[in-house]
């Protein structure tokens, strides 16, 4: 029988997160209290497995329930594209510091958040993301620019908030923004001169023939320049869709790689092209 292991008190909590997320996410009959995967052990609440991944939802008295911990770990091991949701009663027994420290807590894991209040009507307040794509917070420090360090924390944002993929692009429309700024001062000052750019038109040149030309004249450091390159190509192999488990699988190995590629690219180029007396800008 369908949450026949939970308190009384969170069953009505159970029946109300089931309905919205069928409805949110075009799901069909969960299965209750069941492992997931034979690789992972932990039994959600109820979990459903689709075409190219799996949603998982505990129902729990607080947003960060302590199993999240160690089914977090468990499933970054196995390797599987699951989304957590936590479902929890809006109206706990939890202090207010506590409850935005839970919250936070899974938000810094990618796990969703759904609420449902005491007239049993269900919010899902966040997505969050599948397990296998979570990033932790860099350290935005490190980006000195203080426009970069926006850009970056807004791309990360929206990484971590169920586009990854967007994330993805945010943080490579800045490394596009950086590459052509720096072909710009290179062009004025005659250093760049393989290749056919032109400052007047920069962006209808084609960014990865752009690339090559800079690490042809060895414009600045070539190891960046070929990461640069690198990350160009593999961004663009993160826009497609996956069908099946296996294709979602590895999508999801990519974006992880390349937005963390990214974030690496943009921490290190500014120091680089100021080595060769180029300014690091965004338009």
């Known amino acids: 029988m369908p949450y026949s292991n939970l308190q009384p008190p969170l069953v009505p909590v159970a029946v109300a997160a089931e309905k919205v997320l069928k409805d949110r996410f075009n799901l069909g009959r969960p299965r209750y209290d069941q492992p997931i995967h034979d690789s992972v052990s932990w039994r959600p609440t109820l979990h459903w497995k689709t075409k190219t991944g799996y949603m998982a939802c505990e129902v729990s008295e607080r947003p960060f329930a302590g199993i999240f911990k160690a089914a977090f770990a468990e499933i970054s091991s196995a390797g599987l594209p699951i989304r957590i949701i936590a479902a929890y009663p809006k109206e706990n027994s939890l202090s207010t510091s506590k409850y935005q420290d839970d919250l ?11 609420s449902v209040d005491n007239d049993d009507v269900a919010l899902l307040e966040y997505a969050g993301v599948s397990v296998c794509l979570h990033v932790s917070p860099p350290d935005f420090k490190k980006f000195k620019d203080k426009k970069l360090r926006t850009s970056v924390h807004n791309a990360y944002d929206i990484y971590m908030t169920a586009d990854p993929a967007h994330g993805v692009q945010e943080l490579g429309q800045l490394v596009d923004d950086a590459m052509y700024n720096l072909a710009v001062q290179a062009k004025q000052k005659n250093i760049l001169r ?75 180029l500014p120091s680089r092209m100021h080595q060769k007396g180029f300014l690091f800008h965004l338009s």
């Open 104 to 114: 936070a807590d899974a938000r810094r894991f990618g796990i969703g958040l759904l």
């Open 194 to 268: 393989t290749g056919g750019f032109d400052p007047a038109n920069a962006k209808n040149y084609a960014l990865g023939n752009l690339i090559d030309d800079l690490m042809r004249d060895r414009v600045i450091d070539n190891g960046v320049l070929g990461r640069c390159r690198g990350f160009v190509d593999d961004r663009n192999g993160t826009s497609h869709k996956p069908h099946t488990l296996a294709e979602a699988t590895e999508l999801e190995e990519r974006l992880k790689n390349s937005f963390k590629d990214g974030l690496f690219i943009l921490q290190e």
